[in-house]
Each structure stands twice: as C-alpha cells, then as structure tokens.
C-alpha cells in the first residue's frame, strides 16, 4: 500500500476509535453525563474561554510585533481565531499555517511568516512537554502518572530545544541546508529559496524574549486545562488540579500525533485510561471531553467560520 493512501485513511482511525468508544460506553449513559452539566459553571466557563484565546492572541501578537510585523491586536485576535478553526480541522493542528497567507496580506514575506508559525508552533509544543514531564516528574513519587509518559515526554522536549538552538543560529541553519540547497533545489529556485531564507531570519527574536512568550504559553495551557477542571467539577470528577494538568498534558501530547484530526478519539482513550487510575469512571471521561470539544472547539469554529464568511462578503 503506498504511504499516500495510508495517510488519506490515518485519520479514520481516531474516528473509529471515537465512535467505538461511544458504542462501548453507551450514548445514553454519556448524554445523560452531559445532561448534568452544572449551567451556572456555564458562563464562567465562557468567560475563560474568551480569557484563553486573548492571552494566546497575545502571546502570538507579541512575537509578530517583535518581528516587525505591522497588525493591530483585534486584526491579531481575527486572525488567531480564523487560524485556530483551521488547525481544529486537521491533523497537529497544522493547518494554522493559513496565518502565514493572512500575515503576507499584511506585507510581511512568506519567509517572515513561516518563521513566526514555526516560532509560535515550538513555543506552543516545549511548553506542552515541561508541563507533561515537568510536573509530571514532580507527582512521579505517588505512582499516579505512567513514568512512560514522563520520559516521553521529557525526551521529546530536550529533542525540541536541541533542535531549535541548533536552527536558531542563521549560520548553523546555512551550513546544515547549503548541501541540500546546492543539489537538489532547481536552479530556477534559487534565488527565490535563498531570499525565502533570509526573511525567513529577518527581525528573529531574541532568546531572552522567546523565554517570556514561553511563559505565556505556559498560562496559556493552564488556562486551557482550567476550562476542562471546571467542565470535570460540574460533572461531578474529584480531582486535584495538579494531577489533572499533568494527564490532560500527557493525553494532549499523545493528541499531536498526526493520525486524526484533533487528536480525536487518541485523545479519549489515553484520558480514559489515565483517569481510570484514579477511579473515575469512563462515561464521565468521555463526557468531559465532548463537552471540551464543543465549548473549546465546535462553538469557537462556528464563529470563525462566520469570519470568514464575512471576510468572503467583503
């Protein structure tokens, strides 16, 4: 079977997995689970979403800003949401990258945008793994977390920042591609991959600031992960913050593998199985997480497809 075809149909895998894990649960039982959503977490609940996806607009905001690139924070905001819909849609949220088409109607160079979705993308992964190994390390000793998931996720991690300081420096990036470049890449090419490279470098920021937007992403996670505790208490799942934070990063690391589209139905199994150890029961597992989709992701999608409806219009 060649490799195409079996990327076409990866993503059916986590779908089937979503739908058998419906079947084996019974959709009775997780409708019933839904039904008790407590409504007066409900607006609250709304409130942080919102909170979410201004502090990821602004992290992502800064670093455009730090690179030069002339946007206002509600063209930053529109377009952080049009992007987030698209990386909803695909596999490793890969599909954010439309950014870089709406930051080159801003006059910025393909090669600028591709670095700040490269730079926003790393930023967004490292900080995932610290939470995954870092405080996954730190609650190791209760015998809680699978210590698999922890060194995975820490290995990865160093992987990330090895990668990145070594692709940091213009020079180091020049000599490792120049072999590729020279042979490989038509001579018509050239000159339009050589000056893709140099903007691609153009205004890169700084190490020391790179550390500050890390941070952000940081709370931006949190606050992501705070959506869903909110979602589990009124559900009636006891847990501490803690211990939850580390299986929600740990189920979103295993989501970024790009065999479905939003880490759908990987997702759920990896939650289930993890909070399983801690007796919660799957039904409620799996509710949780419709509920996340649909406030985190369905309800989000639907304004950004309205966007960009609107921007169609125009």
């Known amino acids: 079977m060649k490799w195409k075809t079996v990327c076409k149909f990866l993503p059916i895998l986590g779908i089937g997995l979503f739908i058998y ?6 959709i009775t039982k997780i409708f019933q689970e839904i039904k008790n959503l407590n409504l007066f ?11 979410f996806y201004l502090i990821q607009t602004s992290k992502w905001f800064v670093i455009a800003r730090k690179q030069k690139i002339d946007l206002s924070f509600s063209e930053a905001f529109r377009i952080n949401w049009i992007s987030d819909f698209y990386g909803f849609v695909t596999p490793g949220k890969l599909g954010a990258i439309i950014r870089v088409n709406y930051l080159k109607n801003k006059g910025a160079d393909i090669g600028k945008g591709v670095s700040n979705f490269v730079i926003d993308k790393f930023l967004d992964l490292a900080s995932l793994f610290i939470l995954a190994f870092g405080v996954g390390a730190i609650i190791f000793s209760k015998k809680i977390i699978p210590a698999a998931g922890i060194y995975v996720s820490g290995f990865i991690f160093v992987f990330l920042v090895i990668f990145f300081l070594i692709f940091y420096k213009k020079e180091n990036c020049r000599r490792l591609l120049g072999f590729f470049h020279k042979r490989f890449v038509p001579k018509r090419f050239k000159e339009k991959s050589k000056n893709l490279f140099n903007s691609f470098y153009e205004d890169f920021p700084p190490i020391s600031f790179l550390l500050g937007a890390f941070f952000l992403n940081l709370v931006c996670w949190v606050t ?14 006891s847990i501490n913050f803690i211990y939850f934070l580390v299986i929600l990063a740990i189920s979103t690391v295993i989501a970024q593998i790009p065999i479905t589209i939003n880490g759908l139905g990987t997702r759920e199994a990896t939650l289930i199985s993890l909070f399983g150890v801690m007796g919660v029961s799957s039904v409620k597992v799996f509710s949780m997480s419709v ?24």
């Not at 992501?224 to 799942?237: H, K, R």
């Open 291 to 314: 509920l996340g989709i649909m406030i985190m992701s369905i309800i989000p999608a639907i304004i950004s497809i309205i966007l960009i409806l609107l921007e169609k219009k125009k």
């Open 41 to 51: 977490l409900l607006p609250i609940i709304l409130i942080i979403v919102v909170l």
């Open 21 to 26: 894990l419906i079947i084996k649960l019974d």
């Open 224 to 237: 992501n992960y705070f959506v869903l505790y909110l979602i589990a208490i009124s559900l009636g799942i």
